[in-house]
C-alpha cells in the first residue's frame, strides 16, 4: 500500500497568515493528490484534485503543487472559516485508496 | 446539484452484520463509481471500497473478507455490508461518489451516519 505522511500534524495559525501544509507519499504517485477539508461534525469536502486543479466554488485563496511524493497545500491568507481539518488522499492506487493522517489547522 | 443521503442502524451487535444504504439524488448510479468511506470517532479517514452498477468492486485489503458493496439501480441507491463487526467498526460511514477521469476523487459526499458496535 502507499503510505500518506502529511506534516505538521496540528498548526496554530492566525487570520491573515499563509499557511502550508505537506504530504509526502510512499512511492511516487505522478499527481494523483487530492486535498479535502473537514470541519468538525461534517462531511470532507473536495478542495483541491489532481494535485493543482481547484475545485468549482473553492476560493483562490487555496492552492496546491507538487508530483512524484511531494505535494502541498497552501493557503494565502487565513480566513476565520478556514479552521478545520485537512486531509490529502492519493488517487494513484487502484486496490488501496489511502489519505493521509490528517492536519489540524487551529486559531493561534 | 448531485446529493447523497447515508440511511441503516445505528447501532449493531458485535459479530453482526452492519448494513447502510446510500440514497443518491440528481443523477443516476449507473452512471459513476461510487464509495464508502469510515471515520471512527477522534480519527482519520479510511476508505472502504468503490463499487460500479456493473458490480465491479474494489476493497480495501483491511476490509475485504468482510465487505460487500452493491448497486440497485431501481432505487438509485448502492449499499455496504459489513459482516462480523467488533468495536474496531465504530465509525462515521460515509458515502461519496468517487470520480474517474483522467485523475480520481471523492465528491460530492453524504453527510455522514455513525454506526456504533455494541451490545
Known amino acids: 500500500d502507499i503510505q500518506m505522511t502529511q506534516s505538521p500534524s496540528s498548526l496554530s495559525a492566525s487570520v491573515g497568515d499563509r499557511v502550508t501544509i505537506t504530504c509526502r507519499a510512499s512511492?511516487?504517485?505522478?499527481?494523483?493528490l487530492n486535498w479535502y477539508q473537514q470541519k468538525p461534525g461534517k462531511a470532507p469536502k473536495l478542495l483541491i484534485y489532481?494535485?493543482?486543479t481547484l475545485q468549482s466554488g473553492v476560493p483562490s485563496r487555496f492552492s496546491g503543487s507538487g508530483s512524484g511524493t511531494d505535494f502541498t497545500l497552501t493557503i494565502s491568507s487565513l480566513q476565520p472559516e478556514d479552521f478545520a481539518t485537512y486531509y490529502c488522499?492519493?488517487?494513484?492506487?487502484?486496490?488501496?485508496?489511502?489519505f493521509g493522517q490528517g492536519t489540524r489547522l487551529e486559531i493561534k | 446539484q448531485v446529493q447523497l443521503q447515508e440511511s441503516g442502524p445505528g447501532l449493531v451487535k458485535p459479530s453482526e452484520t452492519l448494513s447502510l444504504t446510500c440514497t443518491v439524488s440528481s443523477v443516476s448510479v449507473s452512471s459513476y463509481y461510487w464509495s464508502w468511506i469510515r471515520q471512527p470517532p477522534g480519527k482519520g479517514l479510511e476508505w472502504v471500497g468503490n463499487?460500479?452498477?456493473?458490480?465491479?468492486?474494489n476493497y480495501n485489503p483491511s476490509l475485504k473478507s468482510r465487505v460487500t458493496l452493491s448497486v440497485d439501480t431501481s432505487k438509485n441507491q448502492f449499499s455496504l455490508k459489513l459482516s462480523s463487526v467488533t468495536a474496531a467498526d465504530t465509525a462515521v460511514y460515509y458515502c461519496a461518489r468517487y470520480m474517474t477521469t483522467a485523475y480520481n476523487w471523492f465528491d460530492p459526499w453524504g453527510q455522514g451516519t455513525l454506526v456504533t458496535v455494541s451490545s
Open positions: 489532481a494535485a493543482s
Open positions: 463499487v460500479f452498477y456493473t458490480g465491479t468492486t
Open positions: 488522499q492519493e488517487s494513484y492506487s487502484t486496490l488501496a485508496i489511502t
Open positions: 512511492q511516487s504517485i505522478s499527481s494523483y
